[in-house]
């Protein structure tokens, strides 16, 4: 009976060292990983010195944005008679109520930048045909405004 006892104590004086091991050895081992794993602080240094000179250069670009009205693109005023495309010529022009009938004589090039100004001044156009001229096209018109319906 006394040698179980004595290998009892025994066992248990193992027991009590493996565990005081494992208690030490784990924690060192994990405090070693997140040390390998972390970034070494010259690298962070130098990012955060990067993203604050680039803080500092958007902080004015803020604040003039901020004291300037942004306002959208002014709509133009349509007018038949004064035509912003270069090279085109009006023919006709018969106004039918929020709209009408037009009638240019203009070049191919010019074609685009007349339907963008007719879309800036609010105007739709419900039809069109083109016919070629001589060194110029005649280009019909339907035209409503947007704001008829």
Do not use: N
Not at 27 to 45: D, H, K
Not at 110 to 123: E, I, K, Q, R, T
Not at 136 to 144: H, K, N, P
């Amino acid at each position: 009976m006394l040698a179980l006892i004595e290998r009892g104590m025994a066992s248990l004086f193992r027991l009590r060292g493996g565990w005081l091991t494992l208690a030490v050895a784990l924690p060192l081992t994990l405090a070693a990983g997140l040390w390998l794993i972390s970034p070494p602080p010259a690298q962070e240094s130098v990012r955060s010195d990067r993203l604050r000179q680039q803080w500092l250069k958007l902080l004015p670009l803020r604040v003039a944005l901020g004291r300037e009205e942004v306002a959208g693109p002014a709509e133009r005023v349509f007018s038949p008679l004064h035509l912003p495309v270069d090279g085109a010529a009006l023919i006709a022009w018969k106004p039918a109520g929020r709209g009408g009938e037009m009638v240019l004589e203009l070049r191919w090039p010019s074609v685009p930048a007349l339907f963008s100004w007719l879309a800036d001044c609010g105007m739709r156009v419900a039809a069109f045909s083109l016919q070629p001229q001589k060194r110029v096209l005649r280009l019909s018109l339907q035209l409503e405004a947007e704001d008829a319906e």
